[in-house]
């Protein structure tokens, strides 16, 4: 079973930066699409960026120009660098990775990593 394992959660004020990291468990072949999500309290969870096999990216709105996604393939590990953070930011963020393929040949449609709690101080 292969796994996704987020850190790089935390406290910070608001102004400040974050960087998440998420890596596979164990080493896959391929990973088609990786992405970050949140879910703040009482809110539903939200897409925020993803990354695709070839390095494209996407953003949703409230956090383009303040957070980066990228990916290290070889290392099978997204980042989001979060940056200008702020209050509303506070959420547990989640790493998700679509179309997975094992070393051998095991197909995983998704996978969700446990979160990370990221708090933003005002």
């Known amino acids: 079973q292969v796994q996704l394992v987020e850190s790089g959660g935390g406290l910070v004020q608001a102004g400040g930066s974050l960087r998440l990291s998420c890596v596979t468990s164990?080493?896959?072949?391929?990973?088609?699409?990786m992405g970050w999500y949140r879910q703040a309290p009482g809110k539903q969870r939200e897409l925020l960026a993803t990354?695709?096999?070839?390095?494209?990216?996407t953003y949703t709105d409230s956090v383009k120009g303040r957070f980066t996604i990228s990916r290290d393939n070889a290392k099978n590990t997204v980042y989001l660098q979060m940056n200008t953070l702020k209050p509303e930011d506070t959420a547990v963020y989640y790493c998700n990775a679509k179309g997975v393929l094992t070393l051998t040949r095991v197909r995983y449609s998704e996978l969700w990593g446990q979160g990370t709690l990221v708090t933003v101080s005002s």
């Open positions: 164990r080493s896959v072949f391929r990973i088609e699409v």
């Open positions: 990354i695709t096999s070839d390095d494209t990216t």
